[in-house]
T-cell receptor
Framework: GQQVMQIPQYQHVQEGEDFTTYCNSS?????IQWYKQRPGGHPVFLIQ?????EVKKQKRLTFQFGEAKKNSSLHITATQTTDVGTYFC????????????FGQGTTLQVKP | EAQVTQNPRYLITVTGKKLTVTCSQN?????MSWYRQDPGLGLRQIYY???????DKGDVPEGYKVSRKEKRNFPLILESPSPNQTSLYFC??????????????FGNGTRLTVT
């Protein structure tokens, strides 16, 4: 079945350093979503990417969708302690069933 | 305020004692779903519902039941809980009417411990 692999599982950075998490799908995706879960909280939607090669920015966060629509990345520039949490990607396969497959998540720790 | 409400937030029970986790949404969403979150495994779908009286198995349905008698409610039932069902559970809903996948709105989670 469809799988979405996300790496790394954990990342510790010093405040001010950059951070990137990567998602790779075993199948072509019709779209991909990113969520953030703060410690003790629930996943909260960040963004959705639909087009091949799409790049979207939210302040210090940059989201990319690969040309082949099988991979995606989230890059945070100059991390802050407020960036702490677990970041999930979730892809919908190209059959457009509406089913989202979540990656395993990347947990980011930021040292002040 | 638009929200998904889950109860209880924390639940400790013993093996075999039936329990229900409630989920309610006030956004008139057709689609509702249950996930469990375990370390290193991300969010795995248990069951989902596309509309009233329509439910389908997700990736890990064994040991769980659901029902969708009303649009706003989607309870998760564990008829005979076992320790391997100890986990963090999330209910979620989304609007299914757009051309692309809509964002999921998650409840605050239920941390279940089965001893």
């Amino acid at each position: 079945g469809q799988q979405v692999m996300q790496i790394p599982q954990y990342q510790h950075v010093q405040e001010g350093e950059d951070f990137t998490t990567y998602c790779n799908s075993s199948t072509t995706l019709s779209n991909i979503q990113w969520y953030k879960q703060r410690p003790g909280g629930h996943p909260v939607f960040l963004i959705q990417l639909v087009k091949s090669g799409e790049v979207k920015k939210q302040k210090r966060l940059t989201f990319q969708f690969g040309e082949a629509k099988k991979n995606s990345s989230l890059h945070i520039t100059a991390t802050q302690t407020t960036d702490v949490g677990t970041y999930f990607c979730a892809g919908e396969d190209s059959s457009n069933t509406g089913k989202l497959i979540f990656g395993q998540g990347t947990t980011l720790q930021v040292k002040p | 305020e638009a929200q998904v409400t889950q109860n209880p937030r924390y639940l400790i029970t013993v093996t075999g004692k039936k329990l229900t986790v409630t989920c309610s949404q006030n956004m008139n969403h057709e689609y509702m779903s249950w996930y469990r979150q375990d370390p290193g495994l991300g969010l795995r779908q248990i069951y989902y519902s596309m509309n009233v009286e329509v439910t389908d198995k997700g990736d890990v349905p064994e040991g769980y039941k659901v029902s969708r008698k009303e649009k706003r409610n989607f309870p998760l039932i564990l008829e005979s809980p076992s320790p391997n069902q100890t986990s963090l559970y999330f209910c979620a809903s989304k609007d299914d009417r757009g051309p692309y996948n809509s964002p999921l709105h998650f409840g605050n989670g239920t941390r279940l411990t089965v001893t």
